[in-house]
């Protein structure tokens, strides 16, 4: 938001120096001013929440920022019509499953960067990587992390996320590794998905589906593993 602090020292300091008014039509402009870098701002918001992989946006234009640091997690939402002030952004919270899995994650990774509607609901996939306990796995996984989806509801009166369902996708604990181009971390292979609620995968080795090529959908809060 820096180029919005410049803009209005700029504007402010053409009024100051170049515009000679009386005190009203100083007031008038002052207050216009104030309501087009408002406008301005309203619309940046969700644009700039949606720098990084754990961010995304709801199908009502808000957007989702989650954020993890030391064992913490903080969700921060921002609504296309509303601009907090500093340091009040709304938060959003999580039920305890979620929560304990965001806290052990290294990655987090929104699939598609948006959310979805479905049956009058809200959901979004996160795409989490937890570091594996053990690492003793073997075959092609070297990242040492059990990677998951995870499908979460979006409870928008309760500014909350609730975890309605999982699937392991990746480990090294057990023979389950992805294919990639560019290699299989987590944020690699989910990078080229563009379908919030459906992301299909190649596996090199899977315990229970072999070498195979599945399409993992979410519908109905729950995932659905298919041919």
Known sequence: MAYLASAE????????LHVRVRPRLRFVL????????AAVATHARPSD?????ASFRLPDGAAIALE?????????LVRPTHVPAPGRDEVVTFDRPLASALRRAEQLVAVAGRGFADG?????VLGVA???????GSGYCGAGSE????????KARLRKLELRDRVQVQSCLQPMALQADQGSELRTVLRGIDDPKRATLTWLEHPRYGPTTKTVTATAGKFVVSP
């Open 130 to 136: 937890i570091p594996s306990v053990d690492a003793r």
């Open 68 to 76: 993890t640091s030391a064992g913490h997690v903080r969700g921060r």
């Open 30 to 37: 002052q207050v216009a001013l104030a309501a087009v870098l």
């Open 147 to 154: 990677d998951h989806l995870l499908l979460l509801e979006w």
């Open 120 to 124: 009058g609901r809200t959901f979004v």
């Open 49 to 53: 929440v949606l720098g990084g992989p």
């Open 9 to 16: 020292a700029a504007l402010a300091m053409h009024v100051h």
